[in-house]
């Protein structure tokens, strides 16, 4: 479970002093946190799933990632250096990010098994491949792919 993993990952970073993986990993679970009491709120007392652990720890990259374009336009190259490093540990819980052609083969296939006839559609294929991929793909960069596929098809 994720969520265990994640909580043993912090005490073996408390233990080896590191700093930064002790820093990124309580903001992880502290995100986590916030999305359990909310889940608790609309019925569910076991907190977030997994999967919603994944898109959570995608969110967190995909918003280092826009930091780090912002501090480079700033010069601060520091800060960029530091939300990498960020980047670096949060990706050691996601599973292996499928390429931009593993997603258009997967997203081709959805389009098949669905029946997806044009954009219309496009809400079918994205809820199946988030359900059967769920971690491994950037769902903004899915979409596009997928889209594409759809008007291609149209």
Known sequence: MLRQKLNEALKAAMRAKDERRVSTTRLILAALKDRDIAARGDGRPDGITDDEILVLLQMMVRQRRESIELYEKGGRSELADQEREEIA????????????????????????????????????????????????????KASAIVKNILGAAA
Do not use: F, W
């Open 89 to 140: 540990i949060i990706e050691e819980y996601l599973p292996r990010q499928l390429s931009e052609n593993e997603v258009a083969d997967a997203a081709k296939q959805l389009v098949a098994e669905v029946g997806a006839k044009g954009i219309k559609d496009m809400g079918k294929v994205m809820a199946q491949l988030k359900a059967r991929y769920a971690g491994q793909l950037d769902l903004a």
